[in-house]
């Protein structure tokens, strides 16, 4: 809509309108050396600051008193950035959705709907249920195993989504032949595809790119648990599944509901991956949305806009509002 190329343009349009993997795996190993440089650079930075912070120092910091007026401008500064990057477009949306009020439901809208509130909720329940035992099992096997468990929840968020769906579903679509090439030469019938479906990628991928936000705040909230507690609870002959039930589980549950939450949004918004499965039939809200928006047909996207701002951000700010106000 705009002619402005990017990274991510040119791996939609090689994978969905060329259907050329050869290229996305091309650009994706083009952009492979930045990744690892800035990765790399970002946990130094990360690592040098916790050397150089101190516990206790905060407390000691005077911090500025700002003036009634300073005050009320810094106020109104924030206000109107939130008015101009939130409040405007919305009632755009709203006014465009109440001029055409009558044409915005349709079956592919439905359907978009439906696939995007499906895969969303999947992935969050799926990946927020391994998580439990995942952190259980990095709690007894050492400090190593963490670090290598946040070293690849970090890789999985900086790559772009189009490149981690490319190289999950690459490897799946090989199996599945594979599979279907032995099924022929054994006469056994075989109803193809078994592992490299739409919905196992897109889940995948949502585990893969998102994992990092369920992960760090469950394991900065596992990491304050006492080991007291895994002694009480061997001493009274829990297992290492029972332990998780009824000690971890109500400990961590204000983390674990704050991280499906987060999932729910992510999955809700994330474009890159679902768009190279268009060419299968596949639509979610935030690629009918795009594919409306490209053909300059505004008005008609206000519906499905609404909706994705609705079901996905909704959930968010009340979960914040009342994360707030348990904490007070």
């Not at 002694?231 to 002959?237: F, H």
């Amino acid at each position: 809509m705009l002619a402005l190329p990017t990274l991510t343009t040119r791996l939609i349009d090689a994978g969905v309108l060329q259907g050329d993997t050869q290229a996305v795996a091309h650009w994706t190993l083009s952009l492979l050396p930045f990744i690892v440089l800035l990765t790399w650079l970002g946990l130094r930075f990360a690592r040098q600051q916790r050397q150089n912070t101190f516990p206790g120092i905060a407390d000691d910091i005077v911090k500025p008193v700002l003036t009634v007026g300073m005050a009320r401008l810094v106020t109104l500064v924030c206000w109107g950035l939130a008015l101009l990057a939130f409040g405007l477009p919305l009632g755009r949306l709203l006014y465009w959705q109440l001029a055409n009020i009558r044409d915005g439901w349709s079956a592919t809208l439905l359907d978009a709907l439906l696939n995007s509130l499906t895969m969303a909720s999947l992935a969050a329940v799926i990946l927020c249920a391994m998580m439990i035992p995942f952190l259980l099992f990095i709690r007894l096997a050492g400090l190593r195993a963490g670090r290598v468990s946040f070293a690849l929840a970090q890789w999985g968020y900086v790559f772009p989504a189009a490149a981690l769906a490319t190289g999950i579903a690459i490897p799946l679509i090989a199996l599945d032949n594979g599979l279907r090439s032995l099924a022929m030469l054994a006469e056994i019938p075989f109803v193809p595809p078994l592992f490299s479906s739409v919905w196992l990628i897109m889940v995948l991928v949502y585990c893969a790119k998102f994992s990092r936000f369920v992960l760090e705040p469950l394991s900065i909230r596992m990491a304050n648990i006492p080991s007291i507690l895994d002694q009480a609870s061997a001493m009274a002959g829990l297992t290492l599944w029972q332990r998780g039930a009824r000690v971890y589980f109500p400990l961590l549950k204000p983390q674990l509901m704050m991280g499906v939450v987060i999932l729910f949004f992510e999955g809700m918004k994330e474009l890159n991956a679902a768009f190279l499965f268009r060419m299968f039939g596949w639509e979610t809200l935030p690629t009918y949305v795009f594919r409306l928006a490209a053909d300059n047909l505004l008005q008609w996207g206000a519906l499905p806009a609404l909706c994705l701002v609705l079901i996905g951000g909704v959930p968010m700010l009340w979960f914040q509002w009342l994360w707030k106000g348990n904490n007070r």
